[in-house]
Every structure is written in structure tokens, then in C-alpha cells.
């Protein structure tokens, strides 16, 4: 039997109409049912929060020398909390848990900032020699294949030993060697979105090529961005604990996490292996989350697995 609909019945109210998502809702919510991604969310707003606000209630200063300790740290310097050392203490005599919350907010400014200069520069450069095409995207492309070539390492420690190790040269130096996988990025999915109708009807009404990029390209590529900036900012981390590991890095008073596991590891025989132990255990739990998080993120974002 076929049925009817009475004229006179009230229409459906706008809450009985099914709702629609944005992009971003429902990536937010596919990646709030990755469970590893949001434990590791969780896990890097704790270690922001340590990082921050651990010296709120460290009881030494970071660069305060306890004389009475040097030489006997192996016994007297043991992680306490009846002493206040809640890490224990360095070689030197120093609280090892303001250290460390140094060493991690420094390495974290560090992997965010050199990321977020990457991401600019990187994204600005790949949309511009994307969008403009033909000659002007072959040699942009071309001095990123042949910046490519050169070793990562070898400029970034050239540009600390000929200016100097300081940490504006670090955030520098990082930083603007990093924009090039960026820059690849950003061209080709530049390639694929300036076709598209909006991008043409832009085109049409007379806007300006450098408007139609930043209003109409960029923001198109921000899921791309985004989950890139996330798994750079460890690989940034990696290459300035590297670089202070090696001594090129952060100088003295100031530490990272890199210096601190340098310097726990030619420790680490002399019955001391908290001053290895705790910086390890930050460098490597900050690590993993930002790559799962990256990856959750990945997943999120990819309309292909909606």
C-alpha cells in the first residue's frame, strides 16, 4: 500500500533534519577514536606542563652548584625527595630536575619553532613556484634539488661555527635548511588544487596571483600543513640533540635535552644512571608522541580513509 503524506501536517523541525559535519569535525572526531594519538596528546600536554611549570616546584635553581656534593654524587646525589633533588644531581653538583625541566622546554621551543619556520618559508616557496608554473617553477624546483644535495648536517654546523653557537643561530640554522621537503610538498599539491573551480573563478573576477595564493591556496593545503609540522617537530628535536650531543648546540649555563643525555651518557659508568635516565626518558616520550600523534592526524585528515 502506497503512502500518504496528510498536507496539513507541521514540517520537520530543523533539529529532526540530519546535521551535516564540517572537514574538521570530523576529522576531530576520527582522530579522538585513535586511541594512541589522543593518549599521546595527553602525554605531550603533561610533559608542556613539566616543561613550563616544573620550576614552580623544583626547590634548587638550575644553575646552583651544591659544592658539597661534587665527587660524591654516586651516594649523596641520589634522587630524593627528602633532599628536594627529585631527579638527584649532576656531576657538578647540580639539581638535575630543573635541568631538565630547562632541557625540555628548550628542545621543545626548539622542534616547534624550527618547525613552524620550515612550514612558512617551505609552504609559501612550493605555492608560489606551483601556482606560477612553467620556467619560474623549474628553476624555483631546481635550487631546492640542488640545496637538497648538500649534507643537512654539515650546513648547519658550518653556519654555527662561522656565526657562532648561540641559540638564535640554532633556530635560525634548523629552520631554513628544513623548509625544502616542504617546499616539494607544497608544489605538488599546489599543482593539483590551482585547476579546481574556485581557483579559476578567482582567476576570472581579476584577483591578484599573489591574493589567489594566499587566500585560495594555502589554506587549502592545511592538512597537509598540519600533520607535517607534527612530524617535523620531532625529527627538529632529533637534529638538536644531535648537534648538542656533539657540543655544537645549546652552550652552557643554559642545557637541552641533547646535552643533558650527552653528558649523563660519559656518566653513566660511574654508578649515575638517573643523570642518563631521566632525560632519556623525556626525549623519548616526547618523541614518540609527536610521531603518533602526526600519524593519528594522517589518518584524520586523509579523505581517501573516510
Not at 613539566?50 to 656534593?69: H, K, M, S
Not at 609527536?290 to 593519528?296: E, H
Request: overall charge neutral; charged content about 15%.
Amino acid at each position: 500500500m502506497a503512502l500518504t503524506t496528510d498536507p496539513l501536517d507541521p514540517l520537520p523541525a530543523a533539529a529532526d533534519l540530519p546535521q551535516g559535519r564540517s572537514l574538521w569535525a570530523d576529522a576531530r572526531r576520527r582522530f579522538f577514536r585513535n586511541r594512541a594519538a589522543t593518549v599521546s596528546l595527553v602525554v605531550l600536554g603533561l610533559i608542556a606542563i613539566f616543561a613550563f611549570g616544573g620550576e614552580l616546584v623544583a626547590q634548587y635553581e638550575r644553575d646552583t652548584i651544591d659544592f658539597t656534593l661534587i665527587g660524591i654524587n654516586a651516594t649523596k646525589g641520589v634522587p630524593s625527595f627528602a633532599t628536594g633533588h627529585y631527579f638527584g644531581t649532576d656531576q657538578e653538583g647540580r639539581d638535575l630536575f630543573a635541568r631538565t625541566v630547562q632541557g625540555t622546554r628548550l628542545s621543545l621551543l626548539i622542534g616547534i619553532v624550527g618547525s613552524l619556520v620550515a612550514v612558512v618559508v617551505g609552504t609559501l616557496y612550493g605555492a608560489i613556484a606551483g601556482y606560477v608554473g612553467g620556467r619560474v617553477d623549474s628553476i624555483m624546483m631546481r635550487i631546492v634539488d640542488i640545496l637538497l644535495s648538500i649534507p643537512f648536517m654539515f650546513v648547519l654546523i658550518l653556519l654555527l661555527v662561522m656565526f657562532g653557537r648561540s641559540l638564535l643561530m640554532l633556530f635560525i640554522g634548523i629552520g631554513l635548511v628544513s623548509w625544502l621537503s616542504m617546499a616539494r610538498i607544497a608544489r605538488g599539491q599546489t599543482l593539483s588544487i590551482k585547476n579546481k573551480e574556485f581557483v579559476e573563478a578567482a582567476i576570472a573576477t581579476g584577483v591578484r596571483p599573489l591574493t589567489i595564493i594566499l587566500r585560495h591556496i594555502v589554506p587549502n593545503l592545511a592538512g597537509v600543513v598540519v600533520v607535517y609540522a607534527t612530524l617535523l617537530i620531532p625529527e627538529m628535536i632529533i637534529y638538536e640533540s644531535f648537534i648538542s650531543f656533539l657540543g655544537l648546540g645549546v652552550q652552557e649555563p643554559n642545557t637541552s635535552l641533547g646535552s643533558l643525555i650527552s653528558r649523563g651518557a660519559a656518566q653513566i659508568g660511574n654508578g649515575v644512571p638517573w643523570q642518563l635516565g631521566f632525560p632519556l626518558f623525556f626525549f623519548v616520550a616526547m618523541l614518540f608522541a609527536f610521531y603518533f600523534v602526526g600519524d593519528g592526524l594522517r589518518d584524520a585528515l586523509d579523505p581517501k580513509d573516510r
